[in-house]
């Protein structure tokens, strides 16, 4: 709460500075040395913000409202839709000599497309764990008013945002001074919409365990004041947790899923395979403390973060459904949905820019882009919140699940079975291996 107390003055300082007239409040006077030229008026790229923020929220609305219906269809064209597009503004990059971003859009199209091809065998089931958290979220129309509701207030937060980040687009410092003010407004902004996320996260976690404590068939028979308990929980006894957790969680788990992803296709190049495992079991030291579903265990049991993390991850272990959750990608499947919408907005918003200010397209383009991937994530969070609760059910009692939905317990129990004999089978072979090696290094002196 502080640093939202300290960043909005800092913002709106910022925004009013350069609103109406150059320097208003002769901030500059503080920073002669960092002045390169006049700069311009926050009202000349706060429009560009407004742009980002509306089609945004555009996105986001349309996942939710076309989520029981076209759900799985808009996943899988996220899928194999955003290596091109990444690939398409990697080429309108380098025509408009955007080096620097054109670089890093084609790197990203390309680890786009590497991290397909490596999961390809894993989105049918995927596919099918998201259409069934799809169809336990439909279930629940209060839910997705509380997703509108946090969508909104990110919104008016964005607003406040964006009037101090156009004001920093439009201040007389220099372009390297701009960008690190844009990067710690941004991390800002990044940090606050994971908290409202993972808010977004602990509420419906909550509302999902009681639906299949309570059989899963009927969400009515749950108590009328549910809703209203979880958002009070979440946004007073648990919203310290929720902050702490919303740090590390995402950059975390994101490595996990490049690193899994390089891992099962390395073959039998040792020396890259020792270096990658090193760092595998580094990260997933990291996720035993920091892991999404830290969060259900928070609306459920009321635990710390850490703990509930700690918990969640000694369960999965324990009882094996960490190989199927391994082998799960329903969160890299979200993650490109949110990259997508986040590229469309920011594209919307750096044409703009590019047609009236082009040295100024890098700035607006980027910090516009993080605005809507912000606005969609409010709105994927919801599905993920569902799995995450399916998969803790499951591992604590998967009668929870067969009561719910007896076929895809049936299709859950079968792929655990087949993950954990491919687990089995790879022990054994690396067991071989090892043995060999060492019979091998006995018999050179002979």
């Not at 991290?115 to 894993?122: M, P, T």
């Not at 580094?282 to 710390?304: D, H, P």
Request: aromatic letters at 12%.
């Amino acid at each position: 709460m502080l640093h939202l107390v300290v960043l909005g003055l800092s913002l709106v300082v910022l925004g009013l500075n350069r609103y109406g007239k150059k320097d208003r409040l002769n901030i500059d006077r503080y920073t002669p040395r960092y002045t390169e030229h006049h700069g311009g008026l926050t009202e000349d790229y706060w429009p560009m913000y407004a742009v980002a923020g509306g089609v945004g929220t555009v996105l986001g609305c349309t996942w939710l409202l076309f989520l029981g219906s076209q759900a799985n269809q808009m996943m899988k064209v996220s899928v194999h839709i955003l290596t091109t597009y990444l690939a398409v503004i990697s080429v309108l990059c380098f025509w408009g000599k955007l080096f620097f971003w054109g670089v890093m859009s084609g790197i990203g199209a390309a680890l786009q497309f590497l991290y397909v091809i490596s999961v390809i065998d894993r989105l049918p089931f995927t596919m099918l764990v998201l259409q069934k958290a799809v169809k336990m979220v439909w279930s629940l129309p209060k839910v997705m008013r509380i997703a509108y509701a946090f969508m909104l207030v990110m919104l008016l937060w964005m607003g406040l945002w964006s009037f101090g980040a156009a004001g920093v687009v439009a201040s007389s410092m220099g372009d390297g001074q701009r960008w690190w003010l844009l990067v710690v407004l941004s991390v800002s902004l990044f940090w606050t919409g994971a908290v409202l996320c993972n808010t977004v996260h602990v509420i419906v976690s909550g509302m999902v365990f009681l639906v299949l404590i309570h059989g899963g068939h009927e969400p009515s028979s749950i108590p009328s004041n549910s809703l209203m308990k979880s958002l009070r929980y979440a946004v007073t006894t648990s919203f310290g947790s929720i902050c702490y957790g919303s740090l590390f969680t995402a950059a975390i788990r994101t490595l996990r899923w490049e690193i899994r992803g390089v891992r099962s296709k390395i073959g039998n190049n040792e020396c890259l395979l020792c270096c990658v495992d090193f760092l595998f079991h580094l990260v997933e030291t990291l996720v035993r403390f920091f892991n999404k579903y830290a969060y259900v265990q928070i609306a459920v049991c009321g635990k710390s973060f850490n703990h509930s993390a700690r918990d969640a991850w000694e369960l999965f272990q324990s009882t094996g459904v960490e190989a199927l959750v391994a082998y799960d990608c329903s969160g890299a499947v979200l993650l490109m949905g949110t990259l997508l919408g986040g590229l469309v907005t920011g594209t919307c918003s750096g044409v703009w820019t590019w047609i009236k200010w082009r040295d100024k397209m890098s700035m607006v383009g980027s910090t516009a882009m993080l605005m809507g991937m912000v606005l969609v994530g409010l709105a994927m969070v919801v599905v993920e919140s569902a799995v995450t609760s399916i998969y803790i059910c499951y591992a604590e009692d998967p009668l929870l699940i067969h009561r719910w939905d007896s076929e895809f317990f049936d299709q859950m129990s079968e792929m655990l079975h087949q993950r954990l004999q491919y687990r089995s089978a790879r022990a054994r072979e690396v067991l071989t291996h090892n043995r060999f090696d060492g019979h091998t290094q006995e018999m050179l002196p002979a």
